[in-house]
């Protein structure tokens, strides 16, 4: 059985007993709600890892994008950004490779990680195509469900399908108007192999069978967003609400076959529809976990992009996504190094974690307060175990030297010791 066929039984197994002891809530509660698809558990069951949970009432999650491209191949590393990743707080990680040995080092991948691994199938599929047949809309819908049933069976916990991506929706796509079209390469993708065949989607004609693979592995379906807006004045449109409803129906599909499934969200959004964007989703999709790409608040943010995503997500979390696909500062530029992998998990941990303070997530605000007790003891190793990067903040505390134990900035100019002092002398 299914983890929601479980849940449906009343039966609480060990995975959900451990997600339920990790997030502090009811295990009866957390079963309640994978039953009725508004929470999941992302583990595939040939892959040995602590179980995740990703849903309403737990922690908001994160995810950190590795992966070759044509243009840079580099197992090593590529398992280095995912030591880095772990080390800064990702709670899962998705393999985008476009390059190389594919395969060999997404199974790699897989034995070494420590957390939930996600894939986009079509990346690998598309590139087999390109490289036997010299163009993808040569590739079968045999080839494509192949590449999916071996992604889940060398144990990936979770995969993005694009099949919201519907010759209906790309009908509506063409009288929008939009500025960026289709940003999302998988949707992409299918949007080349549909126009080129003119066929429907294959993962919407034959969901029965994408269904089929995952019931067989337990694997969450990531429903992704194959018209998710690429700039602000995208954002919102007919084209992505028209594939919004799709998945819900889709979500719905999976849901009544026993099958977890999430909703990918947008993108590039402005600042006063992200919470909008949001709600609508919880309504469309019933409650369903909500993954989200920042969503960046401008578009003019190249080089600092994990900021515009952190602002972004902080919104979007408080607002009830559940999970943020992190934006590095490399995000419209180049793939990322080892350092942009670092900057944007700490950013999207940021994000995470003051939307889990708005949203009264058991123990959140508790680490603030502690911090605010570390800072009015000038308690500096108490205040850099608390932070995001202790070895930057370390670094950045001795660069400047005091004489004094409060900050350079201040020295013996202090507000807290200053007030400290005045209170003292008033009691006195």
Request: aromatic letters at 4%; glycine letters at 10%; one cysteine or more.
């Amino acid at each position: 059985m299914t983890r929601i066929e479980l849940a449906r039984k009343g039966i609480v197994n060990t995975e959900m007993e451990r997600v339920a002891l990790a997030e502090g809530i009811s295990p009866q509660n957390l079963a309640s709600d994978i039953a009725n698809g508004v929470t999941v558990i992302t583990r595939n069951i040939l892959h040995e890892i602590s179980p995740l949970g990703i849903g309403r009432g737990l922690r908001t999650k994160i995810n950190a994008n590795i992966g070759t491209s044509k243009d840079k191949v580099s197992y090593e590393e590529e398992m280095e950004k995912l030591r880095v990743l772990v080390e800064y707080g990702a709670d899962a990680v998705m393999d985008l490779s476009t390059g190389g040995a594919i395969r060999e080092l997404r199974k790699t991948l897989i034995e070494r990680s420590p957390v939930a691994v996600g894939t986009v199938p079509i990346y690998e599929a598309v590139v087999k195509t390109a490289e036997r047949h010299g163009h993808i809309a040569k590739m079968s819908a045999d080839e494509l469900f192949d590449v999916i049933e071996g992604h889940a069976r060398e144990g990936v916990d979770f995969v993005t399908v694009h099949c919201g991506v519907t010759r209906k929706a790309i009908e509506r796509l063409k009288g929008e108007g939009r500025i960026l079209d289709v940003v999302s390469r998988g949707g992409a993708f299918l949007l080349e192999w549909m126009i080129y065949n003119d066929r429907e989607n294959p993962l919407y004609e034959q969901y029965d069978r994408l269904l089929e693979i995952a019931r067989r592995y337990d694997l969450t379906l990531s429903l992704g967003d194959g018209f998710r807006p690429g700039c602000l004045a995208d954002a919102t449109d007919r084209s992505q609400i028209e594939e919004l409803v799709t998945l819900g129906e889709l979500r719905d599909l999976a849901l009544e076959a026993g099958i977890q499934a999430i909703i990918e969200g947008p993108g590039h959004v402005p600042l006063n529809q992200v919470e909008l964007n949001i709600k609508m989703q919880k309504e469309i999709c019933k409650g369903a976990p909500f993954y989200v790409l920042g969503p960046l608040v401008t578009d003019i943010g190249m080089g600092y992009d994990h900021i515009s995503a952190a602002i972004g997500g902080a919104i979007a979390g408080a607002a009830g996504a559940d999970f943020l696909c992190y934006v590095t500062p490399a995000e419209h530029i180049r793939l990322p190094d080892i350092d942009d992998v670092r900057e944007g998990v700490i950013a999207s941990r940021l994000a995470a974690h003051a939307a889990d303070i708005a949203k009264g997530i058991p123990g959140a605000i508790e680490k603030d307060s502690k911090m605010a007790r570390y800072r009015k003891n000038l308690d500096w190793e108490g205040q850099i175990s608390l932070s995001f990067n202790p070895e930057k903040v370390r670094k950045s505390r001795g660069a400047v030297p005091t004489t004094t134990d409060a900050c350079s900035m201040c020295g013996e100019f202090c507000a807290i010791k200053t007030v400290e002092r005045a209170l003292q002398k008033k009691e006195s």
